[in-house]
């Protein structure tokens, strides 16, 4: 069965399953739930671990043998297999194998990477959601952040208000590991109790990890103060601004070719499901070609244009503040009085 990631531990109150299968990118929730799911197994008997890690070569005939041979101590025993790619031919029929055929003294644990669509439709994957357990991890957005610090403060004995929750999701943003981490900081800085805004301010670092993805996604919301911020951040981790520009423009030329394809009477759901669009992306794209015409889209191509020149030297200037323009000239607030046409004044907060 396909479980969600906040109903595993509910799951996990009762009888496990022979198999459970974590899929995701997000390395902080992927090491929790396995962690979770190590902890049942432990209450429930499970005492024995073997742990594979799959690597380039991996002798996937002793995995075999290992699930036919009886535990070593005579314990039933969770077999803890960490995957950082998708298994080859032999292990996937050596994971079938054992889905279909579990020993009776063992659980199987799979770590894996996120999961292409086409992948989820192998024999090995839908017999372990037949059978097994399938979760697939996906990083938070904002307000599910924002409830996974809340939870994990609590957690701590720590509370704070809405305000103070959005200060700390802003410094950490894309980084679980590193809010994990401020959590206890937190904790052992000022105990247990309510924290204020300026305690979670002063104290806490700024993790948030951004790629370029992320400020394409920002690019269909029309958010600038988050685009502003990945900019920054972008900026301050040393990527090279031929490859924001790239990311940008990509996004572009695809919106400026769904718009002129609808122009010209093309169906958006059609569309949508000739470039192959989720759910999520959809409703995105959806919402960009409304609120972003072919003149908008024209005039920030000249930009990422100005952009290309001045990170090549060919002409004078920061390519990172004319960046920040396009992003401005792309998001909601650009139909908002402002003084300057060009260039936003939050550009002078740049890093030198």
Sequence with gaps: MKLKLE???PHLEGPLRKAYLLSGD????MLEAADAIRAAARLQGFLEREI??????????????SCNALSLFGEPRLLDLRLTAKPDKEGQESILHFVERPPEDSILLISHPKLAAKDQKTRWIQAIEQLGVMI????????????WLERRLKE??????QSGLRVLQARVEGNL????????????????GQLSDEKIRHSVADSA???????TEEILKGRFPKMQRILLGLRAEGMAAPVVLWALTRELRFLNTFITAMKHGANFDTLADQHRLWDRRKTLVAGAIKR???TIIQSALIQAGEVDRKTKGLEPGDPWEVLLSLCFSLSNAASLPRQNPTTPAVAREYPR
């Excluded at 997000?26 to 929730?29: G, K």
């Excluded at 990890?209 to 400020?215: E, K, T, W």
Aim: hydrophobic residues 45%; without cysteine; glycine residues 4%.
């Design 7 to 9: 109903q595993l531990q």
């Design 136 to 147: 697939q991890v996906w990083p938070l957005d904002e307000q599910a952040l924002i409830r």
């Design 52 to 65: 594979y890690s799959v690597e380039y070569h991996f002798a996937w005939a002793d995995f075999r043998a």
């Design 209 to 215: 990890r951004y790629d370029v993805f992320d400020l």
């Design 156 to 161: 701590r004995g720590l509370m704070a208000d």
């Design 177 to 192: 590991l590193a809010a994990a981490q401020e959590v206890e900081k937190l904790y052992v800085l000022f105990g247990s």
């Design 26 to 29: 997000e390395p902080q929730q």
């Design 292 to 294: 972003l015409t072919p």
